[in-house]
């Protein structure tokens, strides 16, 4: 009990960890007495196994729901459009039309969608450091811990037939293995057109308020029918009102809150700079690419909203970390933790030495960013059918080691997954690959210099845009029967393949896995191994009631719905539909302030005062799009689409003075599928009309 | 006679140094034999001098010509563009609308426009170099001309009433004095709509087939009334058809051929990148500013045009750099020049070292660019207000010196002319201030690191943003009577001002000024000096039939109108208006393919087959935008507005291929401004109504 009292003792001395509606907590460690304490609720197991079940990850980056016993998931227009776009043509453009399927056989298979499903959570860091002594040097460890953790993904995968990920968290402070049910025939129900869904456009986006319907539906098929799910959400048709108390789960995708200050310096100066240099790089590339045509628009928006969308976030995060209030309160918090290990000569043996371990992994990574970013990283190689070739060339390499041995993402457990993507048959368009390629051929050649031996080797005598022409041209990687059969053939195909990127992939190999070998050895796994020892002095300080950083792996967040202050004036929390119409308006109904025709049309049958979007305090980020927003019975009051510009900084401290998730409201997305578009199917199921 | 023969032997056998229709040529060293063997055209001095005087120069970068004898000049939209746009408001924006002036009375003026035109050309090469010998180091060296040149100006000032600039030509190999005429009461006559000027927009910039009436007029003023000029082009309503033989007169702005390969290399791997990734960083910025709202539409649209039009130059250049083909041909031409100048003994010992010594200003000006480019060239204050607080530290520091010991920008000679800018009541708008310097301060950190002693100083523990708002809120210099008195003041009221533009200014000036120092003694100078033993012994081995790169001085280019191939298919040398409407209709009219009301409702009246756009294998870069098209009778039969991709290598190495001049054609301006726009005071004017 003194170690209970100092902790909490220390909690309010030194270091407030928790603010308000702070975490994104994981399904297995949720903070039922912060939610008692605050809110007077109780997150009884039996109302978190059906928010976890009824949730859904969009495995290429995004959250959804469960919303009918049916199968049908909603989740954001912009994670839905990548599938969406693909299921287009010249002809029919449904980001620009929308789409809705008037019956069950007109729904559309997705090319390449996985979703997953949580069905358990299981703490196996023992068995992940099972074997791993202090005397192994980082290289000796790496290969333990990845041997251990193929093979308990593997068993587990044996074992269940579920989708198994060993999910490192507290940045090596523990491992959870999350056992997934994994769903690859997913269709398209109905989709509203991008100008309803993105209205505001990329100068709106980030901002409030907001004014957008940014949903779609899918359904999860099974052995061709709609799958049965005992977990769905049930639909608020009131959904939430000013200071209510709600929750939101879904798969945020990376935080940064437990790094050191050396740490979040290196990615102020460094990695966030490079990072940002080369979306601007691509936004404007994109751009010119797309003003040329409308084809070419269609066959870019969505990798070009996702550029801009990142370029946005970046600039946000960005802005965070060189605002030295809060790299002061970064540092005063370590200082604080450093300060109490200290106080402990136990502490200070065990964990006293893992702040400046950490110092050496980023000066390590300093060294080789650069190359391991642009050949390992493959930012050198702009470019899907590269993707393909490396893939290709290395699932033959790495399947003929056992598995224990394997590179991460070759391991047994995941090559399932893999192939679905490496055989999908989404289109692959020439002109934007041979665009893409050079553009990232030259920005290579200007990293390193022309005269750089690999940039030499790269570029074989030829300019950046001729080699990227020659290699678009004359590869055969485009046909999936030509990827099947390189596969099928193993080692020797690639060995016998003549196709020039096929071969281009090999020739980068030796120097890409040197780079990889290397950050791993020398960045990676020596950070992990310092930010456990810091994740174990603060449990040992301040308790284990804390939540690791995000990791896109399912989380629960709470917070309420709230209003903020901007400019000392009062933002209120919610916009309505006669809102969006007042906005267009104030645009002069300019694009990207334009809303579609089936809006203005259908303007006089709204209530122009229903809700459409809200904000809350729940401590959300990237990853966490589509995310249901549930009240305490459990019910689905709104999805979560965006965060506030303010809210960028959450990568690295929460914060609830002005920082504020985004969602849909439910009323507004029940008034819009009823009187705009005439849903009935939909709202049938929704059980709402 | 040996010595010429061998000369031409050298230029048959090692080095073609001149390429069909080459050469940007002063007009005091033009090429008559070239003209007279080739077109069996006599550039007479009558001819050349009337040509010279109807030229003008728009002083912030571009061409144009006299057109009547009451002084109205025809110039590109684009080059007009920061004019038209400081003239309209929140209520009226030219740029969108177009202007006519109906009378004389109606003709606004331009807040900072300043014309020049060329009235004579000396060579003061010895003037220059008197009394610097080869025991002075660098910086005494550079002290010596600096004196020399700012007394020579002076001179020619007090003597003249003229402004006097002495140019460097081939790198320091020469030294020119121009005189020019001055104009800065400069007023808008009449301008077509941007949509027609810049018809397909971004996509279509710097691409053929092209459609753009890319054009403007002004009158010059002197003493209240029009000025009237002896030397203006007649118009010629015919133009010129496909072969014939135009002269292009203007002032293209800078090339790089007579660099060395070390020096491209320099400008391919370190700083191109650096200025593309800036340009696209203000590119990204510039745009979501515009597409918040018409209004910043309006404000950012010059910039943002200026950016765009850079950004895609500097892809053309670079693309030219990265190509192999084209730097082998640079190492060729180098290594027999030098293999040339070792088989003399005595060049051997003049100049051998020469190449060398440019490579060691390199190394010099790698060790400091990021630096000199951030704090000197002020990259890292992008901001118009920071630009004028420097100038007013730098005026009081600086007139307090003797004339020779002068930094350039303040020498006699030219204080006129910065003051008229410095006083400037152009419109300065906070909002666009305040992102612009947050967003170059922030890039700034980014460069050197948010721990660097002076980024700290020049952040005073703020945020980037943070820093730049409370500048732009605190600084007066937004009045230009401000302005005045702080100038009237001199160093006292600099040391007194408490203006935080001001005391930002002053802060960084030692450092900025340190930067400079080095930057002139360790690269300018000694790269001049190695420069000019590279252009001797070039003059000494090819002979001196050969012209200077470009330095935004009155050239004159030649060429035929011609067509050219790409992906095997021929490309015609001239467009028709009606092909404008037919690509309009290509792209579904939709913006920048749009057309104005204008256009379309005038359709029917127009002669669709009238020549509107038309290529040439003259020899232009930037800054030759404007630049009239002349035909042997000395008539105006087009205005150069742009090249083809292709042309942008004309940086580096002429070609003819495909690299190509692009015009409006004199007959589709007729037919534009008599049944588009009805202007018949400009038509009258012109001679042809």
Tied chains: 1, 2.
């Excluded at 939430?240 to 809150?257: C, M």
């Excluded at 050949?375 to 224990?404: C, D, W, Y």
């Excluded at 678009?472 to 016998?496: F, M, P, Q, S, Y």
């Excluded at 980068?508 to 780079?515: F, I, T």
Aim: charged fraction near 25%; glycine fraction near 8%; hydrophobic fraction near 35%.
């Amino acid at each position: 009990m003194t170690s209970y009292l100092r902790t909490a003792c220390f909690l309010l001395a030194l270091s407030p960890l928790l603010k308000a509606d702070e975490g994104m907590w994981l399904f297995n460690e949720p903070p039922p007495k912060l939610l008692k304490d605050k809110y007077n609720f109780d997150a009884t197991p039996a109302w978190m196994e059906h928010v976890q079940k009824a949730s859904v990850r969009f495995n290429d980056g995004g959250s959804g729901s469960f919303v009918s016993p049916d199968g049908l998931v909603m989740t954001n227009h912009h994670v839905g459009t990548d599938c969406i776009q693909k299921l287009g043509t010249k002809e029919h453009d449904y980001i620009k039309t929308g789409f809705a399927a008037a019956v069950p056989a007109n729904e559309p298979k997705c090319s390449d969608l996985e979703l997953n499903v949580l069905m358990s959570i299981e703490d196996v860091t023992a068995g992940v450091n099972a074997g791993i002594t202090p005397e192994m040097d980082s290289s000796a460890s790496e290969r333990a811990q990845r041997a251990n953790i193929n093979a308990i993904e593997k068993e587990s995968l044996d074992k269940t037939g579920l989708r198994s990920n060993v999910i490192m968290l507290y940045n090596g402070g523990a491992y959870h293995l999350y056992r997934y049910k994994k769903y690859t025939d997913v269709r398209l129900v109905f989709a509203p057109e991008k100008e309803a869904a993105f209205f505001g456009g990329d100068p709106d986006n980030f901002e409030f308020p907001r004014y957008d319907l940014d949903i779609c539906f899918f359904r999860v098929y099974e052995n061709g029918k709609p799958v049965k799910v005992e977990h769905y959400l049930k639909w608020s048709h009131d959904g939430a009102k000013e200071g209510d108390l709600i929750f939101v789960s879904g798969n945020p995708g990376s935080t940064a809150r437990l790094d050191t200050v050396q740490h979040l310096e290196f990615l102020r100066d460094r990695s966030n700079p490079m990072v940002m240099t080369l979306l601007r790089r691509r936004e404007v590339m994109l751009r010119v690419y797309s003003e040329r045509d409308r084809e070419n628009l269609r066959r870019a928006q969505d990798e070009l909203f996702g550029v801009e969308n990142s370029r946005k976030a970046y600039l946000g995060m960005q802005a965070g970390l060189q605002d030295p209030a809060i790299m002061e309160l970064k540092r005063r918090q370590e200082q604080d933790l450093r300060d109490a290990v200290k106080r402990d000569p136990k502490l200070l043996e065990a964990y006293g030495g893992a702040w400046d371990a950490v110092g050496k992994t980023i000066e390590a990574a300093g060294e080789i960013y650069t190359d391991w970013y642009m050949l390992e990283r493959g930012m050198a190689f702009h470019s899907k059918l590269f993707g393909i070739a490396r893939t290709i060339v290395r699932l033959a390499q790495e399947t003929a080691k056992p598995n224990a041995e394997r590179l991460r993402e070759y391991s047994e457990a995941g090559l399932e997954s893999l192939k679905e993507e490496l055989f999908s048959d989404a289109p692959i368009y020439s002109d934007l690959e041979t665009l893409e390629l050079g553009d990232s051929l030259g920005m290579y050649a200007e990293y390193e210099g022309m005269n750089n031996a690999q940039v030499r080797k790269v570029l074989d005598g030829k300019s950046p845009n001729a080699r990227a022409d020659e290699l678009v041209r004359g590869t055969k990687l485009n046909d999936v029967a030509e990827r099947k059969r390189l596969v099928a053939g193993g080692l020797k195909a690639i060995e016998d393949s003549t196709d020039p990127m096929i071969r281009l992939a090999v020739l980068v190999d030796p120097e890409a896995r040197r780079l990889r070998r290397r950050y791993d050895d020398e960045v990676d796994q020596p950070r992990r191994q310092a930010y456990a020892k810091i994740a174990r002095a603060r449990f040992a300080v301040y308790g284990t009631n804390i939540y690791p950083d995000a990791t896109f792996t399912l989380r629960l967040a709470f917070g309420e719905v709230k209003g903020y202050e901007e400019n000392g004036k009062p933002v209120a929390p919610s916009t309505t539909i006669g809102g969006a119409f007042a906005h267009a308006a104030d645009h002069g109904n300019q694009d990207p302030f334009h809303l579609p025709q089936s809006w203005t049309a259908h303007k006089a049958a709204l209530n122009l005062s229903t809700p459409l979007n809200f904000v809350s305090t729940a401590d959300i980020i990237g990853g966490n799009s589509g995310s249901p927003v549930i009240n305490r019975g459990g019910e689905l009051v709104g999805i979560i689409f965006d965060g506030n510009i303010e809210s960028l900084v959450l990568d690295y401290a929460y914060s609830d003075t002005q920082a504020r998730a985004t969602s849909v409201h439910s009323a507004g997305i029940v008034e819009a599928l009823k009187k705009i578009y005439n849903a009935k199917r939909v709202l049938t199921e929704l059980g709402v009309n």
